[in-house]
């Protein structure tokens, strides 16, 4: 044992490569990259220090307010809470991906014309909760809609018009779709 004069010294890291950036290749937005990322680094701050893009809102960092929302695969996850690493030949879309040319996609029109947010800060992630919900359901209830956003919270208290937009951005896909006969 240890005298109080003694110091014994940190045992060896069990993986001496742990702080070591290594090579990660996903898709995001519908582009490739391989990006040099250490494996404790979260997909949040690799989308937003290593790729430039900021819609996705780091607020909590532990996954309880939902600014962070990307698709990961077509599902809604929280990005705060992902490692990059783990992402690995995935394929992740963000806010900044869902516009078709000058098009906005459904979600984000219908959240303009409802006035769907205050601050902005949570809208982000709204947006990519109901549009995941629109993809799978694209005419949903008003309860599915609610349920979609309940992971998301907005401090300005914006839900009215949110739940609002949601059942707008169904009826803008759906008019989109027999207009131009395809998807969004």
């Given at each position: 044992m240890?005298?109080?004069?003694?110091?014994?010294?940190?045992p060896p890291s069990a993986d001496p490569d742990l702080g070591r950036a290594v090579p990660v290749t996903m898709t995001v937005n519908g582009e490739a990259h391989t990006i040099l990322v250490e494996p404790r680094r979260t997909l949040?701050?690799?989308?937003r220090h290593d790729l430039g893009l900021t819609g996705?809102?780091?607020?909590?960092?532990?996954g309880n307010c939902g600014?962070?929302?990307?698709h990961l695969d077509g599902r809604p996850v929280y990005s705060c809470l992902l490692l990059a690493v783990d992402c690995a030949d995935r394929t992740v879309t963000t806010i900044e991906g869902l516009a078709k040319g000058n098009a906005l996609d459904p979600v984000q029109e219908a959240f303009v014309r409802r006035d769907a947010f205050q601050c902005g800060f949570c809208?982000?992630?709204?947006?990519?909760?109901l549009r995941a919900l629109l993809d799978e359901t694209p005419d949903p209830t008003d309860e599915q809609i609610a349920?979609?956003?309940?992971?998301?919270?907005?401090?300005?208290?914006?839900?009215?018009?949110?739940?609002?937009a949601g059942?707008?951005?169904?009826e803008i896909q759906a008019a989109r779709?027999?207009?131009?006969?395809v998807g969004r």
């Open positions: 240890p005298t109080t004069t003694e110091r014994r010294s940190a949040l701050d690799t989308l996705a809102k780091k607020v909590c960092d532990v600014a962070c929302t990307v809208t982000p992630g709204q947006v990519m909760s349920r979609a956003v309940t992971g998301n919270l907005c401090r300005c208290g914006a839900y009215r018009n949110i739940l609002e059942r707008l951005a169904a779709r027999n207009d131009e006969g």
